[in-house]
């Protein structure tokens, strides 16, 4: 009896003491699901407000997405008015700048794009900005539709004979398996007139491409085209926020994949584009803040493949956050749990505890969606 009477005794004091306190007496994983619980926000109401404060707070937003669904453009459209209110100006996107500009210039007319983006998302973007202006960034290679770039290049240089003949290689569309003629022929040819698409010169981000392609082609250099691709990422979001004479109070919302955001490497060891940003506002007197989300349930869909959205099974730091999630979809601030995981002698952390280092060190906080749905073009 004495001890049932000890033991409820020292529960009710240790549920009173704060989190700070109990993370110096409660075991360890105790601590951290306790600073996670008092961490969490409701995406629908105080997970919206706590992004948007961060956002407004920092100068960089980073949103490291799940791809193929429609609850991270949703997400996009609830928080773009304020954010531009804010001061948000652009969006650097995981597309080609050739993409960017057919998303916010072509009519419905114009070739049919398949990808990360849509029309309509491009338009909710856009929705506060002259016509005049660029809001999206290209910053990525051409993965899709290398032969739009070819057609319009030789569509400027109507007698060169390569571009002639990259044009006949394309006419039914694109394949990898050729990436490495094409390089080629682009390398030999002599074109004399090129492009700036949103910013960007078109000849370039086709060589850039097909460069990135052929590697991507031979399973010994796979490595190689991820870290070209890293490096076009972070050139061409450079060469925006030159051109934009962006002054130091204009912000950038940065939109790709979540491998791509992590402060740090990814687990992969070459996606790098996150830390990149991170330290680059820091050289600037300037601030970061990175999100990423993950599925928990449902289906995604992209370029025509659907697949399961349930990432639980893949990360332990997943599996944890989705079974203390209390809302559809669940804000995670999870820059609280690095001094808690941090105390905790490296040799006595568990799996579960370095894979949530892993991923508090990486992202400043997380978004589980209980469901995701396939995105809709």
């Given at each position: 009896?004495?001890?049932?009477?000890?033991?409820?005794?020292?529960?009710?004091?240790?549920?009173?003491?704060?989190?700070?306190?109990?993370?110096?007496t409660a075991p360890p994983d105790a601590a951290i699901f306790a600073a996670l619980e008092s961490h969490e926000y409701d995406l629908a109401g105080t997970g919206r407000d706590f992004l948007l404060i961060e956002a407004k707070s920092n100068d960089f937003f980073l949103l490291g997405e799940l791809h193929g669904d429609n609850e991270i453009p949703a997400l996009i459209h609830t928080l773009w008015p304020?954010?531009?209110?804010?001061?948000?100006?652009?969006?650097?996107?995981?597309?080609?700048?050739?993409?960017?500009?057919?998303?916010?210039?072509?009519?419905?007319?114009?070739?049919?794009?398949?990808?990360?983006?849509?029309?309509?998302?491009?338009?909710?973007?856009?929705?506060?900005?002259?016509?005049?202006?660029?809001?999206?960034?290209?910053?990525?290679?051409?993965?899709?539709?290398?032969?739009?770039?070819?057609?319009?290049?030789?569509?400027?240089?109507?007698?060169?004979?390569?571009?002639?003949?990259?044009?006949?290689?394309?006419?039914?569309?694109?394949?990898?398996?050729?990436?490495?003629?094409?390089?080629?022929?682009?390398?030999?040819?002599?074109?004399?007139?090129?492009?700036?698409?949103?910013?960007?010169?078109?000849?370039?981000?086709?060589?850039?491409?097909?460069?990135?392609?052929?590697?991507?082609?031979?399973?010994?250099?796979?490595?190689?085209?991820?870290?070209?691709?890293?490096?076009?990422?972070?050139?061409?979001?450079?060469?925006?926020?030159?051109?934009?004479?962006?002054?130091?109070?204009?912000?950038?919302?940065?939109?790709?994949?979540?491998?791509?955001?992590?402060?740090?490497?990814?687990?992969?060891?070459?996606?790098?584009?996150?830390?990149?940003?991170?330290?680059?506002?820091?050289?600037?007197?300037?601030?970061?803040?990175?999100?990423?989300?993950?599925?928990?349930?449902?289906?995604?869909?992209?370029?025509?493949?659907?697949?399961?959205?349930?990432?639980?099974?893949?990360?332990?730091?997943?599996?944890?956050?989705?079974?203390?999630?209390?809302?559809?979809?669940?804000?995670?601030?999870?820059?609280?749990?690095?001094?808690?995981?941090?105390?905790?002698?490296?040799?006595?952390?568990?799996?579960?505890?370095?894979?949530?280092?892993?991923?508090?060190?990486?992202?400043?906080?997380?978004?589980?969606?209980?469901?995701?749905?396939?995105?809709?073009?």
């Amino acid at each position: 009896m004495r001890r049932q009477v000890g033991s409820l005794i020292l529960c009710l004091t240790t549920i009173a003491l704060p989190v700070t306190l109990r993370a110096q007496t409660a075991p360890p994983d105790a601590a951290i699901f306790a600073a996670l619980e008092s961490h969490e926000y409701d995406l629908a109401g105080t997970g919206r407000d706590f992004l948007l404060i961060e956002a407004k707070s920092n100068d960089f937003f980073l949103l490291g997405e799940l791809h193929g669904d429609n609850e991270i453009p949703a997400l996009i459209h609830t928080l773009w008015p304020q954010m531009w209110r804010d001061g948000y100006r652009h969006v650097a996107a995981e597309v080609s700048p050739w993409t960017a500009n057919q998303l916010e210039t072509a009519s419905a007319s114009g070739p049919h794009i398949q990808g990360l983006w849509t029309k309509q998302q491009a338009a909710d973007i856009r929705a506060f900005a002259s016509p005049s202006s660029t809001v999206l960034w290209g910053c990525d290679m051409e993965e899709i539709h290398p032969e739009y770039l070819i057609r319009d290049l030789a569509a400027l240089n109507l007698d060169d004979p390569s571009l002639k003949q990259m044009m006949e290689l394309t006419k039914t569309g694109y394949n990898r398996k050729i990436a490495s003629d094409l390089l080629v022929l682009m390398q030999s040819s002599h074109t004399e007139n090129d492009a700036v698409v949103n910013g960007i010169s078109l000849r370039q981000n086709l060589l850039s491409t097909l460069e990135i392609e052929k590697n991507r082609g031979r399973p010994d250099k796979k490595m190689t085209a991820q870290n070209q691709r890293e490096l076009l990422m972070k050139t061409q979001f450079l060469e925006h926020l030159r051109a934009s004479g962006s002054g130091p109070t204009s912000k950038v919302l940065l939109r790709f994949g979540r491998n791509h955001l992590h402060r740090g490497y990814d687990a992969r060891g070459i996606s790098t584009l996150g830390n990149f940003i991170a330290e680059f506002a820091v050289s600037r007197g300037r601030k970061a803040f990175n999100v990423g989300a993950f599925g928990a349930g449902g289906k995604a869909t992209l370029m025509g493949e659907t697949w399961d959205a349930d990432e639980r099974a893949d990360e332990l730091t997943f599996a944890l956050l989705a079974g203390h999630a209390k809302y559809a979809a669940t804000v995670f601030d999870i820059r609280p749990l690095r001094p808690l995981l941090h105390a905790i002698p490296a040799n006595k952390r568990t799996p579960l505890q370095l894979n949530l280092i892993y991923w508090a060190d990486s992202y400043d906080a997380l978004i589980c969606y209980k469901n995701v749905t396939p995105l809709n073009d």
